[in-house]
């Protein structure tokens, strides 16, 4: 089989002013890159990534957080969109598990142009079903850190290797790409993990994925295990962290300045447990925090977010970066203040709600100020004075102090409560 996950061959032809269409397999408009002209003083950098590239595991590890089950046709649906977003990789299942998840996985090989992956143990069985599910690379695993070998897969230190070595001759004799993931690895002994790393990499491995199984890495750590892995293979490297501490994200970004090609995330960042690195951080960050062109359809972020939430029936949290419906709402009076004059005062600048899909919000409660209650009047149809403004300013931050919710209808009624005209009225 031939893989589909090298670079594509990139046309750029004349569009609109500002942008070149990019005739890739991921059909989206290449930008011209953006001059970040506010991270002037301490953050005056974009250096450090060169690329990026993403492997999206929400059909696969995804799938694992308790209590979340995606069917066939939540899989299909999902997969499409990460397919027309530009994802590079999708993970869409483990094929041996059962019949309905082999079917899903096969169809959606057969239905995407990006490169898809099946996840296989180090067992023939699971690898013969990835080979059968014509999926473009096979992601093999074994556990590598002492406990999970004594007390998960009850096999040696030297078992494993082997394994892990039979397995990648067996993907390559089957002409497909393949990844292996010494599972567990920042709970490996070291000259153990280069051992069995070095043992794949003559095997002819593709990628070598390092692992933060149980989410105990940090940044600095994490980027200095990578550094480590790369000395000791020619293979591409890639990155899959967890969030039991929060780091997630910030580790696959650490993994990426250390030289880590590629890095497995999910939407929203479900996953086990606490989940893992969320793609639209770890996407919006290399796009925005280093500039650099993941060549993802960005302005659908937020719609695949929706839909994973949805789909998953876990709730995205109102403060959840990026996507939460807080992420570009304003409230305070200073912000919505210097928002209102420049967005770029109180947001990243950088990242705008466009760039993501979604849109700005002012929210009207107990620290709302004079700006936002004039600028929804305005946008009610209004044309108050700046008495008017103060008064019902002052009746919302009584209102919002009641814990309760300031609508459009209560705006409406604390405007006509204070006699403010319309602009009809006004024009009249």
Known sequence: MSSRFGTPKRINTPTTQGQVQCLTTTRRICRVPRRIEFFQGTLDNTDGIESVRIFDTTLRDGEQSPRTSFDYNDKREIAEILDDMGTHVIESGFPVNSEPEFEAVADIAAATDTTTCGLARVVDKDID???????DMIHVFVS????????????????????????????????????????????????????????VDEAGVDWINIP????????????????TVREHTDARVDVHAHDDFGLASANAISGFEAGAHQAQVSVNGIGERAGNAAYEEVVMSAESLYNVDTGIDTTRITELSRMIEEKSDIPIPANKPIVGRNAFAHESGIH??????????????????????????????????????????????????????????????????????????????????????????VRI
């Open 129 to 135: 079903a990835a080979i059968d599910a014509g999926v």
């Open 144 to 199: 590598t850190s002492d406990v999970q070998l004594e007390d998960s897969m009850h096999a040696s230190r030297s078992e494993a290797k082997q394994r892990a070595v039979e397995s990648i001759e067996r993907v390559r004799d089957a002409g497909v790409e393949v990844m292996f993931s010494p599972m567990d690895a920042t709970r490996t002994d070291e000259r153990y993990l280069v051992e069995v790393i070095e043992a």
């Open 212 to 227: 933060d199984t149980c989410g105990v890495a940090t940044p600095t750590r994490f980027a200095k295990l990578v550094r």
């Open 336 to 425: 919505a203040a210097g928002v209102i004059e420049n967005s770029d005062t109180f947001e990243p600048g950088v990242m705008t709600p466009e760039m993501v899909g979604a849109r700005r919000e002012f929210v009207m409660g107990k620290h709302t100020g004079t700006h936002s209650v004039r600028k929804r009047l305005v946008e009610a149809g209004y044309d108050p004075t700046e008495s008017e403004v103060r008064e019902v300013t002052k009746r919302v931050k009584e209102y919002g102090a009641e814990k309760r919710r300031v609508t459009d209808q209560v705006i409406t009624r604390f405007a006509e409560e204070v006699g403010v005209r319309s602009t009809e009225e």
